[in-house]
């Protein structure tokens, strides 16, 4: 397990204790749970880091790096030495944006969001399908979920005044189709989490249907690797 118990305003990542992590001929282990070290003492702001542990003359040791996993998420990129455990992001303050990640399930710790560091979307006006990348502020370079992953968990929340109000979320490129559907009568207000497959860009597309006024918000909380 990877995981990070700031409030959103630290930069310490840790890996849980490892029973058995084989690298090459080595079997290597750790008692107790590690902290993961920052890359050159510092982090950058909204980067994603990847956390990898190799053998230090026959102890287990991590490292922290902004290179990706190999394609099977077992390797660091370009080499055998160092075994993939796990990411996380940093936040626009350059602290890590808190969570938990367990067998490939990651959570972000959503109750410590108070400046929309998750939000990839506020709509308030009615639109068919439409792109919105699962990004902060639906912001290209700003994504929330890694560049190897392509299945998202988001929370949206949809409210209506004045009339009914739907929501429908789909794969980009699926026509027709829809992976969820929330629908609300008038002056309801209600969130819902729900896991959604994304295109290579990390985006997926909403609808959206309101009556007189009302409004949609759409956070990512978590991915699956």
Known sequence: ???????????????????????????????????????????????WYYVYGY????????????????????FKSGTTTHRYL??????????????????GR??????????????????????????????????????????????ARVQSTLSATGGEATATFLTKGDTPGTTIRQEHADGIQASMEFLVETDSARTVQYALTLGSTGSLTLRVVGFEE
């Not at 796990?86 to 067998?103: K, N």
């Open 1 to 47: 397990m990877l995981y990070s118990d700031s409030s959103g305003s630290a930069t310490d990542v840790f890996v849980s204790p490892i029973t058995r992590l084989v690298l090459g001929s080595r079997v290597l282990s750790s008692a107790s749970a590690m902290e993961a070290p920052l890359p050159g003492g510092a982090l950058a702001a909204e980067t």
């Open 55 to 74: 053998d230090s003359s026959g102890v287990l040791a991590l490292e922290t790096s902004t290179t990706a996993p190999d394609a099977a998420l077992v």
């Open 86 to 103: 796990g990411c996380f992001r940093t936040s626009t303050g350059a602290a890590v944006l808190p969570f938990r990640s367990v067998g």
């Open 106 to 151: 990651f959570s972000y710790r959503a109750s410590w969001d108070t400046a929309s560091e998750l939000q990839a979307l506020l709509a308030t006006t009615g639109v068919s399908a439409t792109d919105v990348i699962l990004a902060r502020g639906g912001t290209s370079t700003k994504e929330l979920i890694p560049p190897h992953t392509r299945m």
